[in-house]
Nanobody, 127 residues
């Protein structure tokens, strides 16, 4: 059984940066693909970023602006999401999720592929 605990949320001002963490236990962390998703009030859950097993392949929904970057430290069983230049529209509950039925190098942006989820951490961006 895989357990994920996401943390690092809080209240920040627009334009600031924030790093979220996701600590994993159970299973073999280095063989999971990990995704960060978010859900704003009244909206559907959406992908923010994702990483393959070793972090060699990564996806970001905002790759053009480079505002969201995922990274992982397999020695610490931890994944991070660094968000820069935060906007009011980034206010949401952020979730990390693990896809354990995947192969090396695979990255999924489909939330239905992810079997395990953290409880979520709230990020509030204020003006």
């Amino acid at each position: 059984q895989v357990q994920l605990v996401d943390s690092g949320g809080g209240v920040v001002h627009a334009g600031e940066s924030l790093t979220l963490s996701c600590a994993a236990s159970g299973g073999t962390f280095s063989r999971y693909a990990i995704g960060w998703f978010r859900q704003a009030p009244g909206k559907e859950r959406e992908i923010v970023a994702a990483s393959s097993w070793a972090g060699t392949r990564r996806y970001s929904s905002d790759s053009e602006n480079g505002r969201a970057t995922i990274s992982r430290d397999n020695s610490k069983n931890t994944v991070y999401l660094r968000m820069n230049a935060l906007k009011l529209a980034d206010t949401a509950v952020y979730y990390c999720a693990a896809d354990i039925n995947t192969v090396s190098g695979a990255v999924s942006i489909d939330n239905e592929r992810y079997e395990f989820w953290g409880p979520g951490t709230l990020v509030t961006v204020s003006s």
